[in-house]
């Protein structure tokens, strides 16, 4: 195997200046990366989708697992032809995809078993994530970095303001586990926002039945207008609610995963997604 050329040595040769059009963060903390890829869990015989690599830190971390293939999702050209060189270093390991990751259906990357384990762009982190939801058991797990608001709202439970919409629709299919903060000095060049890892592993079974669509609609009502009590956000549902158990003055944040799951079975004939 050629041994890859340093990263700071890579990024002058490229020009590779972070853009913030695109949400770029580059980590290149060689023991941070290795933390995150040991993050992830045993790889041994694992396909990693990787989205957004940039000058490829922590892809260099990934190959040096046991994962049997490396797939990096980037589009800025500039850091595709730096990438090439790892490719090099690491034959037949690494697939370097250069594309939109919004517009690409990562499952068709590689076989499973797949892992996602990334430093997501910002901008772009929780419609990434929300896309992925729709085909979550094509996954083993997702080992993310968001902004650390984000993480706190995907873990958060029922009773506090950081529980929401995007908590219900992910505690909903998968079991969240928050791992680490990182540091915003690691970054080049370091972002204005707080960082952390969390693991998302999906569930045998969505926590209780319901329809996407109906679930991501009642919670877009209740949450839509979160101060409110339920009799009024959900006024035109014409809920039951002692049908349901549920107290109608409670507020969106009150309830669980479970009582939001309830309420779009109830109205699975009368609300579209």
């Given at each position: 195997m ?5 990263l700071r ?18 980590l290149?903390?060689?023991?941070l990366?290795a ?9 041994t ?12 830190g ?9 994962a049997?293939?490396v797939?990096a999702?980037?589009m ?7 990438l090439?060189?790892?490719?090099d270093?690491?034959?037949?390991r690494l ?24 430093n997501?762009?910002y901008?772009?982190?929780t ?10 058991g094509?996954?083993?797990?997702l080992?993310?970095?968001?902004q ?6 995907l873990a ?9 919409r ?10 969240v ?5 990182v540091?915003?000095?690691v ?6 926002v707080a ?6 592993t ?5 926590l ?7 679930l991501?609609a ?12 339920l ?7 014409n809920?039951?609610f002692?049908a ?6 409670a ?5 669980t ?15 579209t997604?």
């Amino acid at each position: 195997m050629t041994e890859p050329a340093p990263l700071r040595d890579i990024i002058k040769r490229y020009g590779l200046g972070a853009r913030k059009s695109l949400g770029q963060h580059f980590l290149l903390d060689r023991n941070l990366c290795a933390r995150i890829a040991r993050t992830a869990g045993d790889l041994t015989g694992v396909h990693v989708i990787e989205i957004g690599p940039g000058p490829g830190g922590l892809t260099r971390a990934l190959l040096d697992t046991g994962a049997e293939t490396v797939s990096a999702v980037e589009m800025d050209t500039r850091c595709v032809e730096a990438l090439a060189e790892l490719r090099d270093a690491y034959p037949k390991r690494l697939k370097i995809v250069e594309a939109d990751a919004l517009e690409t259906d990562v499952t068709a990357l590689s076989p499973a078993p797949r892992r996602i384990v990334a430093n997501l762009p910002y901008n772009v982190a929780t419609p990434l994530l929300l896309g992925w939801l729709g085909q979550i058991g094509e996954f083993e797990s997702l080992t993310l970095m968001f902004q650390k608001e984000v993480v706190d709202r995907l873990a958060a439970e029922p009773g506090g303001k950081t529980y929401g919409r995007l908590s219900v629709l992910v505690q909903w299919l998968c079991e969240v586990r928050f791992e680490f903060n990182v540091s915003k000095q690691v970054f080049t060049p370091p972002p204005k926002v707080a960082s952390s890892i969390v693991t998302l592993t999906p569930r045998p079974q969505p926590l209780a039945p319901a329809e996407r669509n109906k679930l991501e609609a009642v919670t877009a009502m209740a949450f839509g207008q979160r101060r409110k009590m339920l009799r009024s956000s959900l006024k035109p549902l014409n809920l039951d609610f002692d049908a349901l158990g549920i107290t109608p003055t409670a507020r969106a944040e009150e309830l669980t995963v479970e009582q939001f799951c309830a309420i779009a079975r109830s109205v699975a004939g009368t609300v579209t997604g």
